[in-house]
């Protein structure tokens, strides 16, 4: 006969590794997302800051291992849902909840939160790399563009110039203007925004300005339309397009 000391073992050992086998589950999956995680934040902060905007996740999901990453991600967030699900009828059942999962699904939480924060968060929190960088004048231009006034007045605030240019010779009071953005003209003439400054086609913000109510402001600031010509125009295109092939070919930021 079976020593009843034994056989209460046998069944004991079988019911921990049941026990610890949802959250070691989930530590797998937290791990997965955890390297996800911080490869979007490496390329919304430092790549972001040195190389200009970035399609987040594009180049490292076409690749095998990304993919299994981001698949860790989705199977994570499942995870999650069910884990609480679980905690709820446990609660209900007056059961003892699983703190081993309860833990991992609170860290994961946190981490699927970073994950989804936006690029927008990371500008504000490093304003003084992405002010100071490279690649400042390509994201003033946007920020005008998109007629971010507290974005535009933060990037001065912290050491951007008014007048400074991106890759096509924009400032940000071009984008602005083309972008019918009022408020931002407003802003960026107060701040002393040069109103003539002109492009790489030799366009000012006047020339390309989209607002009626933009162009009178910009004319009562002395704007004048000032128009590249053909020559000029052509050659700009011509050297763009060389530079954006080198960027690609030499993966250089550029300006």
């Not at 030799?202 to 402001?217: A, I, K, Y």
């Not at 910009?218 to 080198?246: C, W, Y």
Request: glycine letters at 10%; one cysteine or more; a positive charge.
């Amino acid at each position: 006969m079976q020593d009843p000391v034994q056989a209460g073992s046998q069944w004991t050992e079988p019911s921990r590794r049941r026990q610890w086998m949802w959250p070691g589950i989930g530590v797998v999956l937290l791990l997965g997302t955890a390297v996800l995680t911080i490869r979007f934040v490496w390329e919304q902060t430092v790549w972001s800051w040195e190389r200009g905007p970035q399609m987040i996740g594009f180049s490292f999901l076409h690749a095998g291992p990304g993919l299994i990453f981001l698949s860790c991600a989705l199977a994570l967030e499942g995870w999650i849902v069910a884990t609480v699900a679980g905690s709820v009828w446990r609660l209900m059942r007056r059961r003892r909840q699983s703190r081993a999962s309860l833990t991992v699904a609170s860290l994961s939480v946190v981490v699927l939160a970073i994950l989804h924060l936006p690029g927008a968060f990371w500008q504000t929190l490093f304003i003084d790399k992405f002010a100071n960088g490279p690649q400042a004048g390509r994201y003033l231009a946007m920020a005008a563009g998109a007629g971010d006034v507290g974005m535009v007045r933060m990037y001065l605030d912290h050491g951007t110039p008014v007048d400074v240019r991106n890759c096509e010779g924009t400032t940000g009071l071009h984008a602005a203007a083309a972008g019918g953005h009022v408020d931002v003209i407003r802003f960026l003439i107060a701040a002393g925004a040069d109103v003539n400054a002109v492009d790489r086609m030799g366009d000012s913000p006047l020339r390309v300005s989209n607002s009626p109510e933009g162009t009178r402001l910009l004319q009562s600031h002395g704007a004048t339309i000032i128009t590249g010509n053909e020559e000029q125009r052509t050659k700009a295109i011509k050297e763009m397009r060389e530079e954006s092939f080198r960027r690609i070919d030499r993966r250089d930021p550029g300006c």
